[in-house]
């Protein structure tokens, strides 16, 4: 069962609180609650007020343990607008926009509260040497010699160690027009 809170004409920008709804969508509401509580932003503190309350709604309105809750969502919309205006030099004027949001927080207790793999259990995969299938493949780099078309023999060798005299740095096209 669904249930929600709504934080009308919040004095945040909807824009500042977006960043920590998207943080607890998904979490049980004791970790979301956790998280909330050691933000250190006034949004955090806003959601947090807002959570509680859905909280407090689905247990004493609806009969549901807070334990067995998950937040489905939390959005965060925007609200009006509040205009003011500041002096500025010569007599002219510059706007202030004093943004409020909505904010709305859906919990649920249909969505099944998955456990976090232990530390073992982590440790023990690791222990085994399984690799992600997502590993990134190195790239293959064409030299400018193959690019101009240079054969390895064609190319001199400098003298090595520390005494050898630098080669002076050329661009691929001019390496290529040269051999050519």
Known sequence: MQVRSIYRGARISAFKCREVT???Q???VAAALELLTFTPKKAARLVLQTLKSAIANA????????DKLVV???VVGEGATLKRFTPRARGSASPIR????H???IVTDDIEIAPKPSREAKSAAKATGKKSSTARKP???ISCAKLAGIKPSDVARPASGANAPRPERESC????SRST
């Open 22 to 24: 998207r943080e607890i």
């Open 26 to 28: 998904g979490l049980p």
């Open 59 to 66: 247990e004493n309105n609806n009969n549901l343990r807070p």
């Open 72 to 74: 489905q969502e939390a």
């Open 98 to 101: 004093k943004r409020t949001s």
């Open 103 to 105: 904010i709305r927080i």
């Open 139 to 141: 790239k293959a780099s």
């Open 173 to 176: 096209a001019l390496r290529a």
